[in-house]
């Protein structure tokens, strides 16, 4: 199968790639059916492309590559719902905001994206945790 997306161009994919979030995504609740692919020339985004939407892809970071020590708990509801039964089941991402400016380009450290790769099932967690932000810079350091 596939999508004709509005930034990502044509993207190939199967039944086996169709990540399903039972509750939609908070501001997506209509859209249950996503797949994860690469960013183009850039290992450390991927995106997260409605396939109901076509015009609906939002872009991802590993948590890990921002905060070395990124942790939490995920709550033993959402291990039930996602189905999990190991971690190594277990890919989390959190969603970037984009900015012209790159030293204002951010990620949501506060709202991490659960996926169970086994089993194809995702959730969006919010954090009750003071120590991460909603709006966490991606680039610490001083770019010119």
Same mark, same amino acid.
């Given at each position: =199968?596939?999508?004709v997306t509005? !930034?990502?161009?044509?993207?190939?994919?199967?039944?086996?790639?169709?990540?399903?979030?039972? +509750?939609? #995504?908070?501001?997506?609740?209509? #859209? @249950?059916?996503?797949?994860?692919?690469? #960013?183009e020339k850039? +290992?450390?985004?991927?995106? %997260?492309?409605?396939?109901?939407?076509?015009?609906?892809? %939002?872009? *991802?970071?590993?948590?890990?590559?921002?905060?070395?020590?990124?942790?939490? @708990?995920?709550?033993?509801? !959402?291990? @039930?719902?996602?189905?999990?039964?190991?971690?190594?089941?277990?890919?989390?991402?959190?969603?970037?905001?984009?900015?012209?400016?790159? +030293? &204002? =380009?951010?990620?949501?450290? /506060?709202?991490?994206?659960?996926? &169970?790769? @086994?089993?194809?099932?995702?959730?969006? %967690?919010? #954090?009750?945790?003071?120590? !991460? +932000?909603?709006?966490?810079? *991606?680039? /610490?350091?001083?770019?010119?």
């Amino acid at each position: =199968m596939e999508i004709v997306t509005k !930034y990502h161009g044509i993207r190939e994919y199967s039944n086996e790639d169709i990540i399903v979030f039972k +509750k939609g #995504l908070p501001g997506f609740k209509e #859209l @249950k059916n996503f797949i994860v692919f690469p #960013l183009e020339k850039n +290992k450390v985004f991927s995106i %997260l492309h409605s396939i109901e939407n076509s015009g609906v892809g %939002l872009v *991802l970071v590993s948590p890990f590559t921002i905060v070395n020590d990124y942790e939490f @708990k995920i709550p033993d509801s !959402y291990i @039930k719902e996602l189905q999990i039964d190991k971690p190594e089941e277990v890919l989390v991402l959190t969603t970037v905001t984009l900015n012209s400016n790159i +030293k &204002n =380009m951010t990620t949501n450290l /506060k709202a991490p994206i659960i996926i &169970n790769i @086994k089993e194809k099932l995702g959730e969006q %967690l919010i #954090l009750d945790n003071d120590k !991460y +932000k909603i709006k966490e810079p *991606l680039f /610490k350091v001083d770019i010119n």
